[in-house]
């Protein structure tokens, strides 16, 4: 489901959301030139305090390409990643928690870092987050990295939402 601060107008007909030349780059172009809270950029860089591994459970979705390289990465093969750390969900998996909620990746530090999956690569830019101020507000107290680190323009963050879907 498209969030309602990155969806096409509505006075466009169906016929127009589906011509050719409403492609991804042309609804980005019309995103870029929207008003959204964090125009000005937002500054992040990942402290690796594992706040967001070891906070509320929560769902990290793994694709094959994701899997075969944090396998690669562990020294193990893929089946015995997908057969120990990970469990089927939907239509494919998903990481492992352990009973507090912590990945099972995190023990003091991210042990696949490196090659951590898009979901973890992207956070704080999902939408859910910039969805509106009050939740960034709330992903801000919860976060030590934002706030530091390089600006990641208004461009680059709807990049990566739009990467998202």
């Not at 910039?130 to 976060?143: P, Y």
């Amino acid at each position: 489901m498209i969030p309602e601060f990155i969806k096409i107008p509505e006075k466009w007909t169906d016929e127009r959301r589906t011509q050719p030349h409403l492609n991804l780059e042309a609804i980005m172009e019309i995103l870029y030139h929207r008003t959204y809270f964090f125009d000005a950029g937002i500054r992040f860089m990942c402290q690796r305090c594992g706040d967001c591994c070891t906070g509320e459970p929560g769902i990290v979705s793994v694709t094959p390409d994701e899997i075969t390289r944090i396998a690669e990465h562990l020294e193990m093969t893929v089946e015995t990643l997908t057969e120990t750390l990970l469990l089927v969900f939907e239509d494919g998996h998903r990481i492992q928690e352990e009973a507090d909620g912590r990945c099972v990746f995190f023990d003091g530090g991210c042990r696949i870092y490196p090659v951590r999956p898009q979901q973890c690569r992207t956070f704080p830019f999902w939408i859910d987050n910039l969805r509106s101020e009050s939740q960034w507000e709330a992903v801000c107290h919860a976060c030590r990295g934002i706030g530091n680190g390089r600006l990641y323009t208004k461009r680059e963050i709807l990049d990566i939402l739009a990467d998202e879907e």
